[in-house]
């Protein structure tokens, strides 16, 4: 139990163009989904967190505008990065949390694989 | 502010065991976890404690000293699949999730 997707993996994409990340939870609901980003040898850094039908509340110092993420359904948040630059590129990584999970305590995020995404 | 510290760094033996401390301020606490993350990989769920004491599980134990703000996690048997960052993180008073730095666990044969 406790799966979560994401898609794609990595992307490569060219500076200006917008590129779409999916994270979905698999086999559970996920009330609430967070989007992390992470560069490389650091620690991971919450971008926003969005709940199930509602805006999603960003981190002090992140776009919101730049980083569009929709969380539409109770199983899949899209994150869009707008206009990309090459200072975008990370591993950019979601998690989620929900009902009906055995294994962590209520509240444990449980993370997809990660996308990798290259602004040439 | 708040704040989680871990070691940056740690170096091991197979078979043998390590403790990886965390200690930690924060505003409130409702929980502490721990994540493996492996490199170019997303991070796993280890271990949760909330009450003071040794939760065990397999080779991997956590502690908690909420007294203390203090943690570790100790592993045993170590495997060379065990190298990999360990992230401490703590769940505040708001029930927001702080992250720590992480431990890079290095195993040699």
């Known amino acids: 139990g406790a799966v979560v997707s994401q898609h794609p993996s990595w992307v490569i994409c060219k500076s200006g163009t917008s590129v779409k990340i999916e994270c979905r939870s698999l086999d559970f609901q996920a009330t609430t989904m967070f989007w992390y980003r992470q560069f490389p040898k650091q620690s991971l850094m919450l971008m926003a967190t969005s709940n199930e039908g509602s805006k999603a509340t960003y981190e002090q110092g992140v776009e919101k505008d730049k980083f569009l993420i929709n969380h539409a359904s109770l199983t899949l948040s899209t994150l869009t990065v707008t206009s990309a630059h090459p200072e975008d590129s990370s591993f950019y990584i979601c998690s989620a949390s929900g009902t009906g999970l055995a294994g962590g305590p209520m509240d444990t995020q449980y993370f997809g694989p990660g996308t990798r995404l290259t602004v040439l | 502010g708040q704040n989680i510290d871990q070691p940056t760094e740690m170096t091991a033996t197979e078979g043998a065991i390590v403790q990886i401390n965390c200690t930690y301020q924060t505003s409130g606490f409702n929980g502490l976890f721990w994540y493996q993350q492996h490199a170019g990989e997303a991070p796993t769920f280890l271990s949760y404690n909330v009450l003071d004491g040794l939760e065990e599980k397999g080779r991997f134990s956590s502690f908690l000293s909420r007294s203390k703000g203090y943690s570790y996690l100790l592993l045993k048997e170590l495997q060379m699949k065990d190298s990999a960052s360990y992230l401490c993180?703590?769940?505040?008073?708001?029930?927001?999730?702080?992250w720590g730095a992480g431990t890079k666990l290095i195993i040699k044969p």
């Open positions: 993180a703590v769940r505040d008073g708001n029930y927001q999730l702080i």
